[in-house]
């Protein structure tokens, strides 16, 4: 998976930018050589990748070849111009799917695709409570191009890693493959913490504790150069939950009136 969105679409983080890159780091790959890097990473024969806007978001997904040592399982789906990557596996899948009155046939990714569109359009439900009940190891990337907002999700325990960074041209890169997010970003990347999400507009949450603020602490390399920042719970903060009411509730409103540092 890779992700490209220029800041026009992503309010990233200002703490991922590494203050050493502001006037020693190179200009980066631009998007289309980084999407023929994941091509040659993955099973580039099945692979795809798409332009959205005028090239504000891009987005590419390739297959788990055979015999991939991670053995993370990789799927694409689209649908009513959602764009669902999703890496893992949920355990309890067939009862979301049940609960959501979904086809129990559906895969992982189409039915976050389903979840996600349910809770835009009618249910006043939160998303941290919805990726509260996800079982498994997982992380996924949505992006909805009709509302041009992007969420991202990684389960808590941390067995399918994700890599975010701004790169010198103020795009945000997210992918799985940490040498990708390198490549382009230099020193401007950290791991994507887990247990949270991040929404394009509003930013980074933790939906286990979801009464907390996220606070960064600068990421230090062997050599003493600050490369971006690693996002904690803090847990002396307190956020407000506003109410879910009515039917205009939905994941893009996911944290309220309260914006996160």
Known sequence: MLGIFNEKLVNAPKELKSPACLNSCSKGKERDEMMKDLMRFGNWWNGLWMRFGNGDGVLGYAPSMDGDHNHNQRLFSVLDDIYCVFLGELHNLSMLNKQYGLSKGGNEAMFIIQAYRTLRDRAPYPAHQVLKELEGSFGFLIYDNRDRTLFLASAS??????????????SLVISENLHLVKATCAKSFAPFPTGCMF??????MSFEHPTKKMKPMPRIDSQGVICGAIFNVDSQSNIHLMPRVGSEANWANWIGDDKLA
């Open 157 to 170: 325990n941390a067995h399918i890693p994700l890599y975010w960074g701004i790169a010198p041209h103020a």
């Open 199 to 204: 929404h394009s507009q509003h930013g980074l």
